[in-house]
């Protein structure tokens, strides 16, 4: 079993920065590909970043890219999103998954295991 807890959520003003860190075990980063995932009220679930188990190369959805950034510390078995320029539309349930898979995508069903998620609010 794979336990991934997310923290760093809370709000912020539009502009701002916040980052987001998921903790899991080394034996989850050293073998399964990671992802962060979020989502808003209504709407589905849709893939931010992800991030492959061996070598560590990083995707971020199109249209986030510039402003959201994935990393991961191995001593800490921490992996991070980084958000900086932060919008309104923004705001949503930020979610860390693990998938079996060595180099996952953005899509949800690729994961097999999923944090509790934490909140981002960006509002004024």
């Known amino acids: 079993q794979v336990q991934l807890v997310e923290s760093g959520g809370r709000w912020v003003q539009p502009g701002g920065s916040l980052r987001l860190s998921c903790a899991a075990s080394?034996?989850?980063?050293?073998?399964?590909?990671i992802g962060w995932f979020r989502q808003a009220p209504g709407k589905e679930r849709e893939g931010v970043s992800c991030m492959a188990s061996d070598d560590g190369a990083t995707l971020v959805a199109r249209r986030l890219k510039g402003r959201f950034t994935m990393s991961r510390d191995n001593t800490n078995h921490t992996v991070y999103l980084q958000m900086n320029n932060l919008e309104p539309g923004d705001t949503a349930i930020y979610y860390c998954a693990a998938s079996t898979r060595v180099a996952p995508g953005l899509t949800p069903d690729e994961y097999d295991y999923w944090g509790q998620g934490t909140q981002v609010t960006v509002s004024s």
């Open positions: 080394e034996f989850a980063l050293n073998n399964y590909g």
